[in-house]
């Protein structure tokens, strides 16, 4: 179930008192967690709500988190959640070498994949980048770089002498362009989700009522967000590639709510490619150099996998 952190009862109703929200009468462990242990609690009021106890992020990463999620509040952005704020107005609790953040518990699962499902996320990714935040807001969202990995990121970390074994090879057969002649500086940026992948959404009847796990997010080019969110949403049955019919009704559910740039309908197949590559990058920060999960050590090969596939529609087409 991904809980890493266990709590039982006792502890969990002690976190609650820094609340004014009740107490639990039970909880269950619910959606998988990868950087939280995440635990739905039902309330003496009849409400529930969504328990997560970070597993790998600081204090202040969490905080800079949760900032951008209020921002979100802030500008009206529908597919967010709000968390609650403690007695001290807080939107995180720390309590016994714990600290997390209570949210709204939403009912939904996530989709499966097929064009009506893929449409709704590219079209909550379009209204998330339509957004017209003001830069002083905008300012105080921390850089996509602190916790994502761009194409730069992805290039150092390539040619690092202690890059994981078939990283570099794989970054110099699929992607031989040079990133650094990339004109960064003219593709369009605002706040990105950073790892929308197909299962960082919850549907209810069919309909999109949130996206989740904003944990990637913060202030970077929408064009990597795309790269991104394609890479990890359109994928076949068997999903060893990309899906062409998926793809065009995802950029039809974006294009929906924010028109594409020229140049980002240029450079959207490379970011499809970095996107594979920015997301192997993160698993192998947590599950390759580090040691949050063993049983995943070698998952990062699974995205270069489909990296080399999707390279191979490219060049066909």
Known sequence: MGVYSEVDLTEINEILSHYELGYAVDYQATIAGISNSNYRLNLNTGQSILLKVSNDKTVEQLVNEQNILLKLKKYNYPFSLNPFETIQGKPIYQ??????VVFPFIDGLPPVIDSTTIKQIGMALGKLHSLEIHKEDLDTIRPHDLVGYGGMNVY???????AA???KEYFEKLIPENLKDIPYELFPAGIIHGDLYFDNSLF?????????DFEQAGRGRFILDLGIA???SCLNSDRSNIDQNLMKAFLAGYENERAMKVIEKDYLDLAIKIGFFSISLWRIKRF????????????????????????????DT
């Open 204 to 212: 209810n009847n069919g309909d999109l009522v949130t996206l989740i």
């Open 165 to 167: 074994p078939m990283f």
């Open 156 to 162: 150092d970390y390539a040619y690092s002498k202690d």
């Open 230 to 232: 394609i890479s990890g």
């Open 95 to 100: 309590h016994n070498g714990l600290h997390g």
């Open 288 to 315: 390759y150099d580090g040691s949050l999960d063993e049983s995943k050590r070698d998952n990062y090969i699974e995205l270069l996998k489909r990296a080399e596939s999707f390279s191979a529609i490219c060049m």
